[in-house]
């Protein structure tokens, strides 16, 4: 773990994962003109900019129609009042006042209809319809981001060394410079028997806008407890399966042009399967893993796999 000295005790990979997602439309069929696809507040209508024509039109044409009505009505009931116009008549002009407010409620409804929805707050990730487009079943995947989790994949045999809360450190492969506190959330009830492994998923206690869905990264599930993210510095680092000690002294087999060549080394930080190395190689020099002194000489030609 890069520039961490507190005690390790897992280091397994994983990947940023959604919690809650689901596709989503208006309850109207409407033609797309432009789209914003952006974070939203659950219930918030996302602006979409219908194509105004049908639903809007039918909406003004049953205000029209319901005022003319109304108009009418009063025309009427005045000529009643005067005794110039039957009482069947009079009823005709209510009953088309009644059918012009119901066609406008429902044009309303109608144009209501067309506006979207978010079901919950969080983030659109997948955009399900291009402009022109009518949504047949959604126009975009919205997941709730509330909580940054990712999820790793433990070996069964380490499950006992992690509990809730357990406190963690995380490491994105994309920001492998920054170190982002976090603790176990939950520990899954079941083993994957294929694989012998339990899913922990682990909460990003102070996540900001590097995150998204599906990145990589790697996790150090650590003793002490961790508040505050935190650039490290740069370090590097060599397995510590490279490195043999010959006489007192510490070195790895370097290859070069095909041979390798014993280099004497100068380690720092222990850091778990990895040492920080002081001196001696360069960040784009090749070793051998897992050697035994013995068994090479320096010069001797090696094929690398």
């Known amino acids: 773990m890069y520039g961490n000295k507190l005690l390790t005790i897992l280091q397994p990979d994983g990947r940023i994962a959604k919690q809650i997602d689901t596709e989503f439309a208006s309850r109207q069929p409407w033609r797309l003109r432009r789209q914003v ?12 900019n219908r194509e105004s024509g049908k639903e809007k039109i039918e909406t003004g044409l049953q205000d029209v129609s ?30 088309v006042m009644q059918t012009a407010k119901a066609n406008a409620a429902a044009a309303a409804a109608q144009f209501a209809n067309t506006f979207v929805n978010a079901p919950f707050g969080g983030r659109i990730i997948k955009k399900l319809i291009d402009v ?73 206690t102070k996540p900001d806008d590097t995150f998204k869905y599906q990145m990589s990264g790697k996790v150090f599930f650590v003793t002490e407890p961790q508040t505050e993210n935190r650039k490290i510095k740069a370090q590097l680092v060599v397995s510590k399966s490279a490195v043999f000690e010959d006489n007192g002294q510490k070195a790895v087999w370097r290859i070069e042009d095909g041979k390798v060549f014993r280099r004497p080394v100068k380690t720092g930080e222990d850091l778990g399967d990895r040492l920080e190395l002081v001196s001696g190689l360069a960040a784009d020099d090749q070793v051998i893993l897992n050697p035994q002194a ?8 090696v094929a690398v796999k």
């Open 66 to 95: 319901m005022a003319d009505a109304k108009k009418t009505l009063a025309r009427n009931r005045a000529l009643h009042t005067a005794g110039t116009l039957s009482d069947a008549d009079l009823q005709k002009s209510e009953t």
């Open 294 to 301: 013995a068994q090479f000489k320096d010069g001797m030609p």
């Open 132 to 204: 022109g487009g009518t949504p047949a079943t959604g126009i975009c995947t919205i997941v709730d981001d509330s909580e940054t989790i990712i999820e790793v994949d433990v070996n069964q045999n380490d499950v006992a060394k992690l509990k809730p809360d357990q406190p963690a450190l995380v490491t994105l492969d994309a920001y492998p410079l920054m170190e982002y506190a976090a603790v176990v959330k939950t520990i899954m009830p079941a083993a994957d028997k294929t694989k012998n492994t339990v899913q922990v998923k682990v909460r990003i």
């Open 37 to 48: 696809l952006c974070g939203v507040v659950g219930g918030e209508r996302i602006n979409c």
